[in-house]
């Protein structure tokens, strides 16, 4: 089985890669291995049940377009958001790129409206407060697609894929790299051996430790990078007002004063619902999503609260740092995820089931496990949580409300960076890298950008 390239995993970078190959080059053969299932078979029963069925692998994190395309699938329009590309690329060469697949997500059938854009008087006005509350604003346009609208657009590119000559193989996890005697690769292992001199690992964060293995298997380049660890907050929709209709993604950065370190929202998702992710090791982990429909938005706005570290050496295990961490809240939890109201949190007491019923917000993840976040996360993560919520009151006013859920715990696996060239090629010749799981970007937007640059470089054609 010889394709001129060979693409593992089919999120956005890899679904990015195949498109510009394509177009770039039409005749070229291309072989996409996927370990989760297509986009029409990628079902989460829990979404109607509220019940987790253990689907092998999850459906939430892999499959066809990656875990983004159930996690409210918002595309981040900006070079300052969403990845490292700019340190590779140059900002200017990254802003273009990002037109052109925002341009390829507009045929698609996103939503061709823009939040961020057009509420100037507003969004001056939040940073105004986020000043005081020594916070930065990060502006940046966000289209959202919603999770059932990127649904059906990425059902849309899965059939285009096909109709253009792309192999796509599901159910189908690649299980090794073939090298020659010269170390340089020829193909892959997964149910059989596929041969291609072009290979392109673009796993998204639930390949990230397969990926890791793989480094170390075959002596490839990698560098610690940073890990983000947290809690995902909620809240109701009311408290949320202001940020929601102005910018419906706020992206706030803010330096904790006990520890100095990086704490910053992510994700959110304005009449949302929190959700788990499963991975292949069983280890439960919280996220959320947002519909587009509006007879499908509940009552409640999450986001994600992470705060980034960077270690140095001797240490080089951040998967494995952040998979013991949440595993500890599986521990206390039967495997499913912490809920602590925010007023227990600040006095170190355990949520209990009584407290958590008289709240005014109810929790939209069903079976999480009301519980005390103190036993699972290091203090100095506590800490700088604890300050960032006081400091969001400033900007969001209730915030610290003590009614406020925080989930945990909330883990981005894309700390194993691998170490490439200018043209994102590992010191494995042949054997090129993109996507989350690489460390080189962290959401749908760059990650489908470094697919298209993938696939300019690989073809020779074009600029990037």
């Not at 280890?283 to 429909?293: E, I, P, Q």
């Not at 089931?353 to 709240?359: P, Q």
Request: charged share 25%.
């Amino acid at each position: 089985m010889n394709y001129d390239f060979i693409i593992i995993g089919a999120g956005p970078c890899g679904i990015f890669t195949a498109l510009e190959i394509k177009k770039l080059q039409p005749s070229s053969s291309i072989l996409i291995l996927e370990k989760g299932n297509s986009i029409k078979r990628r079902i989460c029963p829990k979404r109607k049940t509220d019940i987790c069925v253990g689907c092998k692998p999850c459906n939430i994190t892999t499959g066809f377009a990656g875990a983004g395309a159930y996690s409210d699938g918002k595309l981040s329009l900006s070079p300052d958001v969403g990845g490292n590309l700019p340190k590779y690329l140059g900002y200017s060469k990254t802003q273009k790129l990002i037109d052109y697949v925002d341009d390829i997500y507009l045929k698609f059938g996103a939503d061709k409206k823009i939040f961020g854009v057009d509420k100037d008087d507003e969004i001056r006005e939040i940073r105004k407060k986020a000043i005081s509350g020594n916070l930065k604003l990060v502006e940046c346009p966000i289209r959202h697609m919603g999770t059932e609208e990127g649904y059906n657009i990425y059902s849309r590119i899965e059939e285009h894929l096909i109709d253009i000559g792309v192999d796509l193989s599901f159910k189908n996890p690649v299980k090794d790299l073939i090298l020659n005697e010269d170390k340089k690769i020829i193909g892959v292992v997964a149910d059989k051996e596929y041969y291609s001199k072009k290979v392109v690992a673009s796993v998204g964060r639930d390949g990230s430790d397969w990926l890791r293995g793989i480094c170390l298997k075959h002596g490839i380049e990698v560098e610690t990078g940073d890990i983000d660890i947290g809690v995902r907050v909620e809240t109701r929709n009311e408290i949320m007002e202001e940020l929601n209709e102005a910018m419906y993604e706020s992206k706030l950065i803010y330096y904790s004063q006990t520890f100095d370190d990086k704490v910053r929202t992510f994700c959110a998702n304005p009449g949302g619902e929190v959700s788990t992710e499963y991975y292949d090791n069983d280890l439960a982990v919280v996220n959320g999503h947002s519909y587009k429909s509006e007879d499908l938005k509940s009552e409640n706005t999450n986001f994600a609260l992470l705060v980034t570290k960077h270690f140095t050496k001797p240490f080089n295990s951040p998967i494995e740092y952040g998979t013991h961490i949440a595993q500890l809240g599986n521990m206390l939890s039967g495997n499913r995820v912490l809920v602590q109201r925010y007023g227990d949190f600040k006095r170190g007491r355990r949520t209990t089931e009584e407290r958590l019923h008289r709240n005014n917000i109810v929790p939209t993840l069903k079976d999480a496990v009301p519980g005390d976040l103190s036993l699972v996360l290091p203090f100095r993560i506590l800490k700088s949580i604890d300050e960032m919520i006081e400091a969001l009151d400033n900007v969001v006013p209730g915030i610290a409300s003590d009614e406020t859920l925080l989930y945990g715990v909330e883990v981005k696996f894309y700390s194993n960076r691998v170490v490439v060239d200018e043209y994102f090629q590992s010191n494995i010749e042949g054997l090129y890298v993109g996507g989350d799981g690489a460390g080189i970007t962290r959401g749908l937007m760059q990650a489908s950008v470094n697919g298209v640059v993938l696939g300019r470089i690989l073809t020779k054609k074009g600029s990037y």
